[in-house]
């Protein structure tokens, strides 16, 4: 593959899939900008890789999901105020409720916590807790993308869960259901 033929597959594949790396990034940071600012980061990356690692991708939906994840927790872990916004900020009166209904109220604040949470995660842990259980892969692909044994990306959860469940306590939203 030539340099032209490398940057033309990554003109292809970020028509193809940017959407997909955008909404990936933003279920993770929840802003707009941020998630835009990721889906960049993924596509310049890969203009970093080499040709021969690039010809070595079987499943670029996958591969670029895993590299959204993995960008957008770094973006986190650098900008801690994403994942420390104010819990006060959040409307609680009633007439803002009207707005905002509590249930919503509730899954910002657990949003707001699972973020501060995530970062006390170490960051293959937290890659691989964000490809189960905000992606929906299964144990199989995420042992693949990863490249681990699926009984390590099941240990990787557990302890992940146990430490999520820690921090974050009893939550309608979040923790309630994960697998064993």
Known sequence: MTLQQHKAKISDLALQHGRLVFHCAYRLLSDTH????????????????????????????????SMAVTTAIDYLRRNKRLAEDDLESVPENESDTSRHPLNQVLRDRDLILFKQALLQLTEQDAHIYCLRH???????????????????????????????????????????????
């Open 34 to 65: 941020l998630a835009e600012d990721v889906t960049q980061d993924v596509f310049i990356k890969l203009f970093k890789k080499s040709l021969k690692s690039m010809n070595e991708v079987k499943n670029w939906p996958a591969y670029l999901k």
């Open 134 to 180: 905000v992606e929906g892969y299964s144990y199989q692909e995420i042992a693949e993308l990863m490249h681990v044994s699926s009984n390590s990306v099941g240990v990787s959860l557990h302890r992940s869960q146990l430490k999520l469940s820690s921090i974050v306590g009893k939550s309608e939203y979040l923790g309630a259901r994960h697998e064993h």
